[in-house]
T-cell receptor, first 111, second 114 residues
Framework: DAKTTQPPSMDCAEGRAANLPCNHS???????VYWYRQIHSQGPQYIIH???NNETNEMASLIITEDRKSSTLILPHATLRDTAVYYC????????????FGQGTILTVHP | DARVTQTPRHKVTEMGQEVTMRCQPI?????VFWYRQTMMQGLELLAY????????DSGMPKDRFSAEMPDATLATLKIQPSEPRDSAVYFC????????????FGPGTRLTVL
């Protein structure tokens, strides 16, 4: 599975949009981009995933560039409860869900 | 709502003792994963099962760790004998295996080996 690169930390003001970038320049055609987050002392939580089209659900939006070499997770109205470590993971459809977690981005939402 | 449950939530034991951690996957999920999280190594996949059969346990130290699924509602991870370096949070996750790699994680077992 392709390697991902994320900034180690980001800050965001409560109520504003949080835009978390992820680079995955070696992604191949059958690999999906998955986002998980881990709030302190809890297990990781699935957020969203996509292949090449932009995706939106009740938690977030995922924007994937046309060349698929990078993506952005958008939390449209960040709250204090969104403070967490966010992981971007690239995974092929035949990986049987073997998630490889990197260091992720620590997002801190400030009042 | 449906959740993955893990027991115990906390375990303190002495070096050399056997430790058993249990996981109840979400009903109907056919894939079960065990992860370990430490400050140094982050989140690591130890083993996973599909339809109760072990598919990959390459992330697990074979000499002391063992993972099983006695039935579809129970997964176990055993460490015998335990060592201080096994101190970590152990997460179980389950997935439906229905074309998505969405996994649902339990709350974890925090293990401290003295």
């Amino acid at each position: 599975d392709a390697k991902t690169t994320q900034p180690p930390s980001m800050d965001c003001a409560e109520g504003r949009a949080a835009n978390l970038p992820c680079n995955h320049s070696t992604i191949s055609g059958n690999e999906y981009v998955y986002w998980y987050r881990q709030i302190h002392s809890q297990g990781p939580q699935y957020i969203i995933h996509g292949l090449k089209n932009n995706e939106t659900n009740e938690m977030a939006s995922l924007i994937i560039t046309e060349d698929r070499k990078s993506s952005t997770l958008i939390l449209p109205h960040a709250t204090l409860r969104d403070t967490a470590v966010y992981y971007c993971i690239v995974l092929s459809g035949t990986s049987y869900g073997k998630l490889t977690f990197g260091q992720g981005t620590i997002l801190t939402v400030h009042p | 709502d449906a959740r993955v449950t893990q027991t115990p939530r906390h375990k303190v034991t002495e070096m050399g003792q056997e430790v058993t951690m249990r996981c109840q996957p979400i009903l109907g999920h056919n894939t079960v994963f065990w992860y370990r999280q430490t400050m140094m190594q982050g989140l690591e996949l130890l083993a996973y099962f599909r339809n109760r059969a072990p598919l990959d346990d390459s992330g697990m130290p074979k000499d002391r760790f063992s993972a099983e699924m006695p039935d579809a509602t129970l997964a176990t991870l055993k460490i015998q004998p335990s060592e201080p370096r096994d101190s970590a949070v152990y997460f179980c996750a389950s997935g439906s295996g229905q074309g998505s790699n969405e996994q649902f994680f339990g709350p974890g077992t925090r293990l401290t080996v003295l």
